[in-house]
């Protein structure tokens, strides 16, 4: 099974049907396959050869399919920039990959000036106005190139991507991921998510950068159609879904609790049948609060980078009472296991590492054979995420295993605690955390945002968290306006830490 095979079966079977909507512009499946042949051409012809990598600078946007399919069509390797990371970040990602070229989008044009400037050599693509000194046009290339499939097929084993983790405990982390796994991870999305049928809208609210760009492939070789927002807002969201019928919706919780507190009801979403969410915990009454409104339509996915999108799932009939605080169990065509130190299983309740194997794993991580052989062992992805899992193999997260905190010399899990915060009525969101403390080594620390028009204190927090927990407890509560996010969507724990440290001083 070739790349090249499921993009040309889709474009014979529903050619002339809409692909992918953003904004204005709107592309058949046919269209597509015809500007990704040509785009393929177009770099092949500026010299490059199967296996370069090509950074992609493109905020969400119709073109982000034909560029991802016309990269994989050449067995070029895409390596996608975030949009909001710095100039800073997307050298040291540019640097890593050692990428040949960079596509870029004409309102980034300032900052791919800095990136052209301190990477070189670059070939560059500039797609919206046209060509500006060396640089070539997007439009130009597409319009001298043929549009004829490249030969020959990447291998499966050959790289489709290079997908960069946040780096935010070190620099980041070139995540290989080959035509094998992006094809298997369509698969499962498919087998756990579907039927999706012809015609078939998901709204797409996330960057297609990163976790969002991983539903393109299966709605498109489905036939059905790919609605892309440039950026989430939630009353847009709620049109989107409104003027086309949207049947899936694709968010992150915070999407979700933005939603629920600008007061979405069933009207606002007369078409939906599906609401898939994950990348971070849901605070389990919030979600409880949509099911209220919404009925089963809720499915949650928990997956990384090494192991995309696929390592457990809590589909919708699971949505009720406990399970809500579980992350699900393992894909049915994915094996998950909760191990010890020692690399064996523990029993069932019993804390540990969870570690996964499939046909959608990473290869490895870009230039660094001693950490790929650190975390791939046996055939399993270790994933440094710590969970218990239950005799029905339900799996529990408790956080990173770096994350834990040894308090007095207990170990406390931050998503524990957070569970329990969260579920006190004032509660928007919470993240916790160890800081430094004299005697006990860590103190459990809870950084925590209320909902609008709420009112609790650091005290009624506490009593709360208490009540529930005992000796896990938090000793220190900080409310804040909002819990702060890098440009990945994941919590920046230095800037809290600041927080609470200026916070001490200051009593």
Request: glycine residues 10%; contains cysteine.
């Amino acid at each position: 099974m070739h790349y090249r095979h499921l993009i040309e079966r889709t474009v014979r079977l529903y050619g002339p049907r809409p692909a992918i909507r953003c904004g204005s512009v709107e592309l058949t499946f046919a269209e597509i396959y015809e500007r990704a042949c040509r785009l393929a051409n177009g770099l092949s012809a500026v010299g490059l050869e199967p296996g370069a990598r090509v950074a992609v600078l493109v905020p969400n946007r119709a073109e982000s399919l034909e560029i991802e399919v016309g990269l994989g069509l050449a067995g070029l390797v895409r390596v996608s920039l975030n949009v909001r990371a710095t100039p800073r970040q997307q050298i040291e990602v540019l640097t890593d990959a050692g990428a040949e070229a960079l596509i870029y989008a004409d309102e980034l044009a300032p900052v791919a000036g800095e990136l052209l400037e301190a990477v070189t050599p670059l070939a560059a693509i500039r797609l919206g106005a046209g060509s500006a000194g060396d640089v070539d046009g997007y439009a130009d290339l597409l319009g001298r190139s043929p549009a004829i499939p490249p030969a020959p097929d990447p291998a499966p084993e050959d790289l489709f991507c290079l997908f960069y983790t946040s780096g935010t405990t070190g620099r980041p982390k070139g995540v290989m991921l080959s035509h094998r796994a992006q094809m298997a991870v369509a698969f499962n999305l498919l087998l756990e998510f579907g039927p999706v049928r012809p015609g078939e809208k998901v709204l797409l609210t996330q960057p297609l950068s990163h976790g969002g760009g991983f539903f393109l492939l299966p709605w498109l070789i489905s036939g059905a159609t790919s609605i892309v927002m440039p950026r989430f807002d939630a009353e847009e969201c709620l049109e989107l879904c409104e003027r086309h019928s949207v049947e899936t919706l694709k968010v992150v919780p915070t999407m979700l609790l933005q939603l629920l507190a600008d007061g979405v009801t069933p009207r606002d979403l007369p078409a939906l049948r599906k609401v898939i969410y994950g990348a971070s915990p849901m605070p389990a009454q919030r979600l409880g609060e949509l099911i209220a409104l919404f009925g089963p339509v809720f499915a949650q996915l928990y997956g990384q980078a090494e192991a995309p999108m696929c390592i457990t799932v809590l589909p919708e009939e699971d949505h009720a009472g406990e399970l809500l605080a579980s992350a699900g169990r393992p894909w049915r065509n994915v094996e998950v296991r909760v191990v010890g130190e020692d690399g064996e299983q523990v029993p069932a309740g019993e804390p540990g590492e969870v570690v996964v194997r499939g046909s959608h794993l990473m290869s490895g991580y870009w230039g660094q054979p001693e950490l790929t052989a650190e975390v791939v062992r046996d055939g399993f992805v270790h994933t440094r995420d710590m969970a218990r899992q239950d005799e029905q193999g339900y799996v529990y997260l408790l956080g990173r295993s770096d994350e834990m905190i040894i308090s007095g010399g207990f170990n406390v899990a931050p998503r524990v605690v957070e569970e329990a915060l969260d579920r006190h009525p004032a509660v928007h969101e919470s993240f916790v955390m160890g800081m430094p403390h004299p005697t006990l080594g860590e103190e459990v620390t809870a950084f925590v945002a209320l909902r609008e028009g709420a009112s609790a204190n650091s005290d009624d927090l506490i009593a709360h968290a208490r009540d529930e927990l005992g000796f896990q407890k938090p000793r220190a509560v900080w409310i804040v306006p909002e819990l702060p996010r890098n440009a990945y969507g994941k919590v920046v724990k230095a800037e809290l830490r600041d927080l609470a440290v200026a916070g001490a001083a200051g009593r």
